[in-house]
């Protein structure tokens, strides 16, 4: 009879084992210093090696040469357990023997001493499902366990393990294999079978494993199935409906050039080859990670599931878009995942997302907007506010934001020389000469007084209202500090209703159209002063057409 690949390439020994180095190394050496523990608990992704590892630890401890960490793999003992057939190593599958009755037999068992073997051996299966009564009666063996026994839980979900009995066990957990492990595994076993495989079909296998080397010999088994005994990656992927880089590079070439009918020919080319729409949203989110992770950690990296070649595409594909593109498409991609699950019109849903990829690629970051604010009120721009696209990597061919000239933000001013701060002067003049320097000049206008003795720790400044709202800014409190070399509190006295009106109609810039036409939310002096705010302004000029609804003082 036929065996499957995954049984019959079961890793007998340690040196077979792909991945889990550190499993490996602890095990083999508290095996050759003969410090075993009562219990063990393996944890980890299915098919990583969590029950292949359980029986070689029994074939070690029972190998009539050992204990051993390198069995011998002949005697009556390492035989009959690849076969499941050794009366000391009991297998228990939890997910159909997970009660309270099992786990008292088991208990009963476990007080009689081995039938041949040096130690018996509990190999519990899928261990959490094991109800609670039951692991409170498996505790109380845990606790007293008699010299002969060793307990390994397996599992794919630890957390459900009670600490009571993992506090009791030395926990190891098993990681997911990667990629180019897989791909040399399966290298191994085509020669062994007598399988010609290609290096791109080897690498389709892995990818769909995701990790676990049962999936990937799984989908090996299925290749030979359908494909015989020569294996090609164009064949492989259409068994396994996975996508060509090719194909969904098409995406990211439509992003490129920003062209929604390419996009929307894309679905019409899927739906026309019959391919499952949320499998391919799948596979397109994990291309645009691969992109993210190429232009982040850049190639070939270990974090990404690709042979050389492919990384060499992704990473040429990745050149061409901003780290902050990428993120956008991948989030949005998600986002169409997600909704594809509960989908009644997979085919709308897909269109509609994909051609939200291609109006996220044009929009300008709301980080580069505000930016172009400044950090407080500066018509000394600094350098930062210059053309956001000097700050990302991409070429100019892939720019997605429209040039800068284009973008409703308004090109800055040259930023004039600072003024010196003069070292005497009257208090406001020194200070205001600072806030200057520090770029701070839209509120120097604003103030009418400040009162100041040297030594004293409060300084009283008269200005309008909105300069009291500035002061809750570190940013102030810092500059003033740092003019007069230590901490002061500030106290903001508002001055009085006329004077308000000059000084913020000196310091205040002309409304633009846009801004003067917006609805306004009320006459009372509170909203015209916020209305007439530079910062408020200068928001109302980088979004053109936003509207000021609600003015509220924070204060009160
Ligand atoms: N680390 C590994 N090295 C080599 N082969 C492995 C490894 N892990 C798994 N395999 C292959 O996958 C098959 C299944 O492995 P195993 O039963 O140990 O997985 P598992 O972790 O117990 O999975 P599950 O959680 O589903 O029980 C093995 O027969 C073996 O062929
Ligand atoms: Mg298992
Ligand atoms: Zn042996």
């Known amino acids: 009879?036929?065996?499957?690949?995954?049984?019959?390439?079961?890793?007998?020994?340690?040196?077979?084992?792909?991945?889990?180095?550190?499993?490996?190394?602890?095990?083999?050496?508290?095996?050759?210093?003969?410090?075993?523990?009562?219990?063990?608990?393996?944890?980890?992704?299915r098919g990583t090696g969590k029950t292949t590892v359980a029986r070689i630890l029994a074939r070690c401890l029972n190998c009539e040469k050992g204990p051993t960490a390198e069995p011998c793999l002949e005697c009556a003992a390492c035989t009959e357990i690849a076969a499941g057939a050794s009366i000391d190593v009991i297998e228990i599958d939890a997910a159909s023997n997970r009660g309270i009755n099992e786990m008292r037999e088991l208990r009963e068992n476990v007080r009689f001493r081995p039938a041949r073997d040096r130690f018996k051996v509990f190999i519990i299966d899928e261990a959490h499902q094991i109800t609670n009564e039951a692991?409170?009666?498996?505790?109380?063996?845990?606790?007293?366990?008699p010299d002969w026994v060793v307990f390994v839980l397996c599992t794919t979900e630890s957390h459900k393990i009670p600490t009571t009995i993992a506090s009791r066990c030395q926990q190891f957990s098993f990681r997911s294999v990667e990629f180019g492990e897989l791909v040399d595994r399966m290298r191994w076993i085509c020669e062994q079978e007598g399988i010609a495989s290609d290096e791109g079909a080897l690498a389709v296998l892995a990818q769909a494993g995701e990790g676990s080397v049962r999936d990937s010999l799984?989908?090996?088994?299925?290749?030979?199935?359908?494909?015989?005994?020569?294996?090609?990656?164009e064949q492989v992927r259409e068994l396994l409906g996975l996508f060509s880089l090719d194909s969904l590079g098409a995406v990211t070439e439509a992003l490129a050039a920003s062209d929604s009918n390419r996009m929307l020919g894309i679905v019409q080319e899927l739906e026309r080859n019959g391919a499952n729409l949320q499998h391919y949203t799948r596979e397109l989110a994990r291309y645009f990670r691969n992109l993210l992770v190429a232009k982040i950690a850049g190639t070939p990296s270990r974090l990404i599931a690709a042979t050389p070649a492919e990384q060499e595409k992704l990473a040429a594909v990745a050149q061409g878009f901003g780290e902050e593109d990428l993120t956008r498409f991948l989030q949005l991609t998600l986002d169409i995942y997600r909704d594809l699950q509960h989908s009644l019109q997979p085919r709308l849903h897909l269109e509609?997302?994909?051609l939200r990829l291609v109006h996220a690629g044009k929009l300008v970051r709301i980080e580069e907007a505000l930016a172009s604010l400044g950090p407080a009120a500066a018509p000394t721009a600094p350098p930062a506010s210059a053309p956001p696209t000097a700050t990302r990597s991409t070429p100019p061919a892939r720019q997605f934001a429209p040039p800068a000239a284009a973008r409703p933000v308004a090109a800055p001013p040259p930023p004039p020389a600072r003024p010196p701060v003069p070292a005497s002067g009257s208090l406001k003049d020194r200070l205001l000469a600072h806030l200057?320097?520090?770029?701070?000049?839209?509120?120097?206008?604003?103030?009418?007084?400040?009162?100041?003795?040297?030594?004293?720790?409060?300084?009283?400044?008269?200005?309008?209202?909105?300069?009291?709202?500035?002061?809750?800014?570190?940013?102030?409190?810092?500059?003033?500090?740092?003019?007069?070399?230590?901490a002061v509190k500030i106290n903001?006295?508002?001055a009085t209703g006329a004077a308000t009106g000059a000084a913020s109609g000196a310091s205040v810039?002309?409304?633009?159209?846009?801004?003067?036409?917006?609805?306004?939310?009320?006459d009372d002096p509170l909203t015209q002063e916020a209305l007439g705010h530079p910062e408020v302004q200068r928001f109302q000029q980088t979004f053109p057409g936003s509207h000021v609804r609600t003015v509220r003082n924070l204060r009160d």
Do not use: W
């Open 1 to 45: 009879m036929y065996q499957v690949i995954a049984r019959k390439y079961r890793p007998r020994h340690f040196a077979e084992l792909i991945g889990q180095e550190h499993v490996r190394a602890t095990l083999a050496n508290a095996i050759s210093k003969e410090r075993i523990a009562h219990g063990y608990i393996f944890s980890g992704q």
């Open 135 to 145: 692991f409170n009666a498996l505790l109380k063996t845990l606790e007293e366990p």
């Open 218 to 233: 799984s989908a090996l088994d299925q290749a030979i199935a359908c494909c015989g005994n020569e294996l090609n990656v």
């Open 352 to 354: 509609l997302g994909l």
């Open 436 to 486: 200057a320097a520090e770029d701070m000049k839209a509120y120097v206008d604003a103030v009418e007084h400040a009162e100041f003795t040297e030594n004293a720790s409060e300084i009283r400044l008269s200005a309008p209202k909105e300069f009291g709202l500035a002061l809750k800014s570190a940013d102030i409190r810092d500059a003033v500090q740092k003019l007069l070399g230590r």
């Open 492 to 494: 903001f006295i508002p």
């Open 509 to 522: 810039a002309a409304p633009s159209g846009a801004a003067a036409a917006a609805p306004s939310p009320g």
